[in-house]
T-cell receptor
Framework: DAGVIQSPRHEVTEMGQEVTLRCKPI?????LFWYRQTMMRGLELLIY????????DSGMPEDRFSAKMPNASFSTLKIQPSEPRDSAVYFC?????????????FGPGTRLTVT | AQSVAQPEDQVNVAEGNPLTVKCTYS??????LFWYVQYPNRGLQFLLK????DNLVKGSYGFEAEFNKSQTSFHLKKPSALVSDSALYFC??????????????WGLGTSLAVNP
């Protein structure tokens, strides 16, 4: 089975530009998580969805960040406008409901550099 | 407050020796505990979990972890380290709150270096 798929793998953009990160969760998984990883702050949960509905977005840094999940197999994380401090690796992860299904499976990440 | 601590930023061990990566937690309710590994430029990979049952949990790549309720610890262990085990290791615990039970609290990670 294919794992979590993220695109692009690398993104370099200039400050002020819009950035869109994409994620396809594992088929059959109904939870989807967006994380950001930096050396300074470690791994931070930005938002997560259950059955395409946002459950907890308390980690979204500010209004410049938005996430959508239009269907069970696709999610986007958008940053508009981007700033240099948004430079990080962004991970998408998914998991399935039910007892014993709490572990999350991560994609390879998108390394974002904002200049 | 619910939290996870990995008290060592880095652990060094010689190949063939046993390794331990430490994790302690503070959480309300029964803990659900996880270990993940991250290789350079890769996503996190699930290693093992404890939800209930035996305190000694076996996982991928020969790793195991021991749940100790009295010490609120969940240390990761391997009897004989390999150079290929060198990576960043994360401990996580499920956060408990009404209507929001899928959130994991993550440690800051421990860098494991296995020397040949």
């Amino acid at each position: 089975d294919a794992g979590v798929i993220q695109s692009p793998r690398h993104e370099v953009t200039e400050m002020g530009q819009e950035v869109t990160l994409r994620c396809k969760p594992i088929s059959g998984h109904d939870y989807l998580f967006w994380y950001r990883q930096t050396m300074m702050r470690g791994l931070e949960l930005l938002i997560y969805f259950n059955n395409n509905v946002p459950i907890d977005d308390s980690g979204m840094p500010e209004d410049r960040f938005s996430a959508k999940m239009p269907n069970a197999s696709f999610s986007t994380l958008k940053i508009q406008p981007s700033e240099p401090r948004d430079s990080a690796v962004y991970f998408c992860a998914s998991s399935r409901s039910g007892t014993g299904g709490y572990e999350q499976y991560f994609g390879p990440g998108t390394r974002l550099t904002v200049t | 407050a619910q939290s996870v601590a990995q008290p060592e930023d880095q652990v060094n061990v010689a190949e063939g020796n046993p390794l331990t990566v430490k994790c302690t937690y503070s959480v309300s309710g029964n803990p659900y505990l996880f270990w993940y590994v991250q290789y350079p430029n890769r996503g996190l990979q699930f290693l093992l979990k404890y939800i209930t049952g035996d305190n000694l949990v076996k996982g991928s790549y020969g790793f195991e972890a021991e749940f100790n309720k009295s010490q609120t610890s969940f240390h990761l262990k391997k009897p004989s380290a390999l150079v290929s085990d060198s990576a960043l290791y994360f401990c996580a615990v499920r956060a408990f709150s009404a209507g929001n039970n899928r959130k994991l609290i993550w440690g800051l990670g421990t860098s494991l270096a296995v020397n040949p």
